[in-house]
């Protein structure tokens, strides 16, 4: 199994900055794609941005140019720099990670989650 702990969410006046981290942990496991997604009150979950191990992103459009992800493999820690931030980037982060593990046999890609983390952005 892995375990994401994620940290650095907090409150923060609009076109301020936050520095999410989070760092994967457990007995055995081979990570691929990390990444962000948010979830506002009465909103589906949104991916915000994702990156693999070969350190291809993607990013919802309404970060892009704000947002960066980037990951570091040897720690198994990915994270995410929120510059500008706006009043709607309001939200839970949570972490995600894709992995491989011997809970299945090392062949089917498993989805974790963090337990989120709230940011929260003052007009």
């Known amino acids: 199994q892995v375990q994401l702990v994620e940290s650095g969410g907090g409150l923060v006046q609009a076109g301020g900055s936050l520095r999410l981290s989070c760092a994967a942990s457990?007995?055995?496991?081979?990570?691929?794609?990390m990444g962000w997604y948010r979830q506002a009150p009465g909103v589906q979950r949104e991916l915000v941005a994702v990156?693999?191990?070969?350190?291809?992103?993607n990013y919802a459009d309404s970060v892009k140019g704000r947002f960066t992800i980037s990951r570091d493999n040897a720690k198994d820690t990915v994270y995410l720099q929120m510059n500008s931030l706006k009043p709607e980037d309001t939200a839970v982060y949570y972490c995600?990670?894709?992995?491989?593990?011997?809970?299945?046999?090392?062949?089917?890609?498993?989805?974790?989650w963090g337990q989120g983390t709230q940011v929260t952005v003052s007009s």
């Open positions: 457990g007995s055995a496991f081979s990570i691929n794609d």
């Open positions: 995600h990670a894709r992995a491989l593990s011997p809970a299945t046999g090392w062949h089917t890609f498993s989805d974790y």
């Open positions: 990156i693999n191990p070969g350190g291809i992103i």
